[in-house]
């Protein structure tokens, strides 16, 4: 049995009831379905709490895919009462945190559009983040690039979802801009996060619903990692 992936529908969903249907080998609790987004793509797993049937709560201090990536793991806090499978739980997540890393992700993806080069590498703090772009430092003026960011996030474009099929999609390269991190295939479709005018790319992340919500973005430091790799770091102010 799957686990039905809510924050897919809705990353705006910050506590559900499920039902406990698996337990994994390192402790991981497996759910019916969950708003809990797991480690991937550059974006680090939500952090919460399962509150039990009998009252307890404990604490889900990350979560993961299980290894088919169908299901979805909660990890819990060590010494943590764990529920039976079949129990019925309701989750709630760390929405503070939760929404740092939707806007910074956001963000994110506003800077390949402000720095349109191949993308290797990138990662979404709490609160702050980066991206390593393929490029020589040549023009690389850090108050040039906060001012054209905070531009696009002022247009306060409206953030959405598409599906396109895997095959439309590998007809499509250019859409893909990251070079290490590969967009979510092998299910026969691939979701696509469309910020209205601006940038439309393959991304099973979470993200605000338009780009105000963002707020007052700084370019913090821009770093020299290679020949042609420059790491470009952001955070919300």
């Known amino acids: 049995m799957s686990t039905e992936f809510l924050f897919r529908a809705d990353s705006y969903l910050q506590e559900t ?3 406990v249907i698996g337990l994994t080998e390192e ?3 497996i759910l019916d379905r969950t708003i809990f987004y797991p480690t991937g793509g550059g974006q680090p797993g939500d952090q919460g709490s399962l509150h039990l049937s009998n009252g307890q709560s404990v604490a889900v201090i990350n979560t993961v895919y299980a290894p088919d990536r169908t299901q979805i793991a ?3 806090a060590p010494e943590s009462p764990r529920p039976a499978i079949g129990d019925s739980v ?3 997540i760390d929405w503070d945190l939760r929404y740092k890393r939707m806007r910074v992700h956001t963000a994110l993806h506003l800077l390949t559009t402000v720095l349109p080069y191949p993308v290797t590498g990138g990662a979404i703090g709490d609160g702050e983040g980066r991206l390593d772009f393929d490029i020589p430092d040549a023009g690389m003026d850090k108050d ?3 001012q054209e960011l905070a531009r696009r ?4 474009a409206d953030v959405t979802e598409q599906w ?3 095959d439309e999609l590998l007809a499509k390269p250019e859409m893909i801009k990251t070079m290490s991190v590969k967009p979510p295939m092998g299910s026969g479709r691939v979701r696509l996060i469309d910020i209205a005018g601006l940038d439309l790319q393959p991304c099973g992340g979470t993200h605000v619903k338009n780009t105000r919500e963002i707020g007052t973005v700084l370019v913090t430091n821009i770093e020299k990692k290679g020949k042609q790799n420059r790491r470009v770091r952001i955070a919300l102010a």
């Open 153 to 156: 996030i002022g247009l306060e």
């Open 144 to 146: 040039e690039i906060a």
């Open 17 to 19: 009831t499920a039902q």
């Open 164 to 166: 396109i099929t895997d």
């Open 74 to 76: 909660h990890i819990l």
């Open 90 to 92: 309701r989750v709630q």
């Open 27 to 29: 402790g991981g609790i």
